[in-house]
T-cell receptor, first 112, second 113 residues
Framework: GDSVTQMEGPVTLSEEAFLTINCTYT??????LFWYVQYPGEGLQLLLK?????DKGSNKGFEATYRKETTSFHLEKGSVQVSDSAVYFC???????????FGKGTRLSVIA | GAGVSQTPSNKVTEKGKYVELRCDPI?????LYWYRQSLGQGPEFLIY????????DSGLPNDRFFAVRPEGSVSTLKIQRTERGDSAVYLC???????????FGDGTRLSIL
């Protein structure tokens, strides 16, 4: 079945450091790919998405590119802030199968 | 604005009891999803409604779990004869339809003692 594998955390970075959180997937067909974020004490929020190969999703300085050849959707940000501290989830939704399949999540802590 | 609302936010009950968890989706969203998130894990799919009918209930772990959405809006997840392993955060999400982004509520944290 469909699955998502993302790098294990926790990840601790200093403010203004470069962030990469790796995500790879296994799916039949061509899924849509998502990154969700869960800030402390809050619910899951959609951060960005990409629906086809080579699409780049971006939001709040975060980017991820849908790479079909490597079945990856790595999350990147050039300069993290303390306010980016959260748990990040990579997810997919296969065509004709709308429920999301999530990775286990990666906890990011940014220190000043 | 009005997002997805879940009640209660926390529920503590004893093993063997019956519980109901409520989800009020965003107005106009026809699709509604229930997920379960255990500590340190990502959310896992339970059941999906399109309108009033359950379009996919393949994620329900066993027949103690049941969900309804009688008028195509509010949904209730029902768990009978609760077990300690049912302890988790239960998340509800809604969307405008198939393939549209899902918007999540804050979840109900269920603890079975």
């Amino acid at each position: 079945g469909d699955s998502v594998t993302q790098m294990e955390g926790p990840v601790t970075l200093s403010e203004e450091a470069f962030l990469t959180i790796n995500c790879t997937y296994t799916a039949t067909g061509y899924p849509s790919l998502f990154w969700y974020v869960q800030y402390p004490g809050e619910g899951l929020q959609l951060l960005l998405k990409a629906t086809k190969a080579d699409d780049k999703g971006s939001n709040k300085g975060f980017e991820a590119t849908y790479r079909k050849e490597t079945t990856s959707f790595h999350l990147e940000k050039g300069s993290v802030q303390v306010s980016d501290s959260a748990v990040y989830f990579c997810a997919l939704s296969s065509p004709g199968n709308t429920p999301l399949v999530f990775g286990k999540g990666t906890r990011l802590s940014v220190i000043a | 604005g009005a997002g997805v609302s879940q009640t209660p936010s926390n529920k503590v009950t004893e093993k063997g009891k019956y519980v109901e968890l409520r989800c009020d989706p965003i107005s106009g969203h026809t699709a509604l999803y229930w997920y379960r998130q255990s500590l340190g894990q990502g959310p896992e799919f339970l059941i999906y409604f399109q309108g009033t009918g359950a379009a996919d209930d393949s994620g329900l772990p066993n027949d103690r779990f049941f969900a309804v959405r009688p008028e195509g809006s509010v949904s209730t997840l029902k768990i009978q004869r609760t077990e300690r392993g049912d302890s988790a955060v239960y998340l509800c999400a809604s969307s405008r339809g198939q393939g549209q982004p899902q918007h999540f509520g804050d979840g109900t944290r269920l603890s079975i003692l």
